[in-house]
């Protein structure tokens, strides 16, 4: 979508315990049949069922950058009403952007595909379905909950596709899994469809050596209004901001006719975390003339940065509405420099606005389906009792290290994916302090004071066992000296590290931790 200015689509879209982190919650399916749906009431009395598929596994080389598409077929014969998404991976999903369209376009088989071959683009498939997930940047588990009723309509004979960006900063190939999950409920069930819009300031000129903010003042009540031929009534749902790694700050206001803006949403920093928010009851735009949202970034480098993938950046918000207007809202060009906020530079740019009215397809439960038994279609064989997130396992302490040791070694292959790569340990803002990124790494390792409760030192040079890193990286549950239990790393990770990786870390702090 990088290039795309007129698409519907939504946007693009370890070592210490102090990074806030998502909480992702257990399947509470119970597996049946063989299958890998399963059926349950609700905590609020309604039908569901869960629908669980893996993209596979795919390699990445060491520092490989790649764009493909991947899709996954559904074979539904009915609609399905889907309440919440997760997606997880083992890491190098850098971000991915996924929509619903017939099963019939862009034909092909399921799995990863090179998007030209199959003439995919962003705004085609958004054209022809609807928006169903955006992931966070850098995420490795992350659930798309909206509130109960409320539901993204996939029409029958549809397929999941997507295309997702991946960058493998290792020194090393790593090999990650993908893995989605839809929670459908019953027809009866549903409250209120969600359509798909989007703010975009594609205009950045990111200044270097400086922190600055580019903010678009979007007016939407007039061309929503002269697409549905009707009043502005637009509810919001859900937000989703993304930025790529200088960005450290987001701002959503609500505006009114005189200009007047309330905030409803605002992220300060930056991290691997999923960073959307969902609004219980929703947030009512009627009353309003439009929003203002804004992107901040620290660019410590000494080069400027415009939009675009890489070292680029962008800024972008995935908004899911209930509304009767599919909108694109847009800073194309136009920016200007328009003051200073302290140290930081702000920038302003005009809004283009587009709205269409809602997609044909995306049309109430009939009566028929309502009285229905709630229908799930078939889960593909290789999905058979598939879960949506895999169940964390302790490392292998007998599995051995892989030719000698080093920091170096650590540094490369381990820390500067799994702990800089998600901005919670890199040279700017680290993590309780603990910085795995700029030059002096062993001394900041030997000398650092962790954060938690433990007695063990970080590392305890001959004593893997006695070190609170390797604790956090070989045990899904590395509890403090109360007995409580903590977040195990790489942040953000439903599982460990390979035990390839973490008998590594075993294996250099065995011998000394050397400085080498």
């Not at 003339?289 to 415009?306: E, K």
């Not at 603990?434 to 962790?450: M, T």
């Not at 590392?459 to 956090?472: C, H, K, T």
């Amino acid at each position: 979508m990088h290039a795309l200015v007129r698409t519907v689509v939504a946007g693009v879209f370890a070592a210490s315990l102090s990074c806030k982190t998502s909480e992702v919650p257990a399947a509470t399916e119970t597996s049946t049949g063989g299958s890998s749906t399963g059926t349950s009431t609700g905590a609020e009395g309604g039908e569901r069922a869960t629908l669980v598929h893996s993209y596979g596994l795919t390699t990445l080389q060491a520092y490989e950058e790649t764009e493909p598409c991947v899709q996954w077929t559904l074979h539904n014969e009915e609609p399905l009403y889907v309440n919440a998404v997760t997606l997880v991976n083992d890491g190098g999903f850098h971000h991915s952007n996924w929509l619903t369209v017939p099963e019939d376009k862009f034909p092909g088989e399921d799995g990863f595909f090179r998007c030209s071959d199959r003439g995919y683009t962003e705004l085609e498939a958004a054209l022809a379905g609807t928006v169903v997930f955006a992931q966070s940047t850098q995420s490795r588990s992350e659930v798309q909950q909206l509130p109960g009723g409320v539901v993204i309509k996939i029409p029958p004979r549809h397929k999941i596709i997507a295309g997702v960006h991946l960058l493998n900063l290792a020194s090393v190939a790593i090999e990650t899994e993908l893995r989605m999950a839809l929670d459908i409920i019953h027809p009866r069930d549903v409250e209120v469809l969600v359509a798909p819009f989007r703010l975009t300031y594609y205009d950045l000129d990111i200044p270097a050596k400086r922190r600055s903010r580019f903010t678009g003042t979007c007016k939407l009540a007039g061309p929503y209004v002269g697409a549905v031929d009707g009043e502005f009534d637009l509810k919001l749902y859900h937000v989703l901001p993304h930025t790529h790694y200088l960005g450290d700050y987001f701002r959503l206001e609500t505006i009114d006719a005189a200009g007047n803006a309330e905030v409803v949403f605002e992220k300060t920093g930056f991290n691997a975390d999923a960073n959307g928010k969902v609004f219980d009851p929703p947030l009512d735009l009627s009353g309003s003339d439009g929003l203002r949202f804004a992107c901040g970034y620290d660019n410590w480098r000494d080069v400027s940065i415009g939009w675009g993938i890489g070292d680029q950046e962008m800024c972008v918000m995935l908004g899911l509405a209930d509304s009767r207007a599919v909108m694109d809202i847009s800073v194309l060009s136009g920016s200007k420099a328009s003051g200073v906020d302290g140290d930081v530079l702000l920038h302003e740019g005009p809004c283009n606005v587009l709205a269409f009215p809602e997609h044909g397809a995306q049309t109430e439960p009939t009566a028929e389906e309502e009285a229905a038994p709630l229908y799930v279609p078939p889960g593909d064989p290789g999905d058979v009792d598939l879960e949506p997130l895999k169940r964390c396992v302790d490392a292998d302490a007998t599995v051995p290290s892989k030719g000698a040791p080093s920091l170096q070694g650590l540094s490369g292959a381990i820390f500067a994916p799994g702990c800089v790569f998600s901005s919670c340990h890199d040279a700017k803002q680290p993590a309780a302090g603990l910085d795995l990124q700029s030059p002096g790494l062993h001394e900041r390792l030997l000398a650092h004071k962790v954060a938690a409760r433990v007695d063990a030192p970080l590392v305890a040079p001959g004593d893997a066992e006695g070190s609170w890193l390797y604790q956090i990286v070989s045990r899904c549950d590395p509890t403090d000296r109360e007995g409580q239990v903590l977040r195990h790393m790489p942040y953000n990770a439903p599982t460990l590290l390979t035990d390839g990786a973490v008998a590594l870390i075993r294996a250099w702090i065995n011998a000394g931790a050397e400085d080498n």
